[in-house]
C-alpha cells in the first residue's frame, strides 16, 4: 500500500499544493480551530496495533499545515516570498491509543504570538467518542529561507495570527501546556 505522505521519496501533506484560502477580517474565528479530521491509516499503526508514536507528530504536522492556510501561507508565499514558519519545539503527550479505520478530529489553539514566533497547541481527539488521545504543543518560528534565520512576519500575516490569539483568549489554557518531563521523586 503506498503512503499518501510520500511523494517521490519525500514527505508531504495532504494539503500540499492547496491554496491559501482567502482571509475574511469580517468571518468570526472559531475558537479552537478545527481544520483537520483525518482516519487513522493502515501505514500509522504499528507492531503493538496501535497508531505509532512517530505518526502522532505527522498528524500534528498535517494540522499545523491546515492552519498555515488558514492564515493564508501556502507553497506560493513560500516560493515568492522566501519565507515560511519552522517548527522549533514540539511537546507531544500521548493520553489514549488510536488504532487503524478510526476517525481523529484535531482542534487548534493560538496560545500566544510575537512578530516572529507563533505558540500552538494541538489537541488530537477521537472522532467519534471524543476521547482526548494526545496533545501536540509546538512553537513556530517566521523564518527567512534565503537568510536562515527568524524574520518578522509581514504585517498582514501578523494581523491574522493576532486575531485567532485574540478569539483564543478566553480558552482555558491545557494543562499540557509547558510541562516538562522528568522523572517525579517522592520527597523524603
Given amino acids: 500500500m503506498t503512503d499518501p505522505h ?3 521519496g519525500r514527505v508531504s501533506t495532504p494539503l500540499e499544493n492547496t491554496p491559501a484560502k482567502p482571509w475574511d477580517p469580517t468571518a468570526s ?3 479552537p480551530l478545527q481544520l483537520h479530521s483525518p482516519t487513522v491509516a493502515p501505514q500509522w499503526v504499528d507492531y503493538n496495533g496501535h497508531m505509532s508514536e512517530s505518526c502522532f507528530l505527522l498528524v500534528f504536522g498535517d ?4 492552519f498555515f492556510r488558514f492564515v493564508g ?3 506560493r508565499y513560500r516560493d515568492e516570498q522566501g519565507l515560511s514558519l519552522y517548527t ?3 511537546h507531544i503527550h500521548n493520553i489514549q491509543e488510536a488504532s487503524e479505520g478510526e476517525p481523529l478530529k484535531l482542534t487548534l489553539q493560538v496560545l500566544d504570538c510575537d512578530d516572529k514566533r507563533v505558540h500552538i497547541f494541538h489537541s488530537m481527539f477521537h472522532g467519534v ?7 501536540g504543543e509546538q512553537m513556530l518560528l517566521h523564518v527567512d529561507m534565503k537568510a536562515g534565520r527568524a524574520s518578522p512576519m509581514p504585517d498582514w500575516l501578523l494581523e491574522h495570527m493576532q486575531a485567532i490569539h485574540a478569539a483564543h483568549a478566553a480558552l482555558p489554557r491545557p494543562r499540557q501546556v509547558g510541562a516538562s518531563i522528568g ?3 517522592k520527597t523524603a
Avoid: F, K, N, W
Avoid at 63 to 66: E, K, L, Q
Fill in 63 to 66: 494540522s499545523s499545515d491546515a
Fill in 183 to 185: 522523572i517525579r521523586r
Fill in 129 to 135: 467518542s471524543g476521547e482526548l488521545l494526545a496533545t
Fill in 88 to 90: 522549533v519545539e514540539t
Fill in 29 to 31: 474565528i472559531p475558537a
Fill in 6 to 8: 510520500q511523494t517521490v
Fill in 73 to 75: 501561507i501556502d507553497e
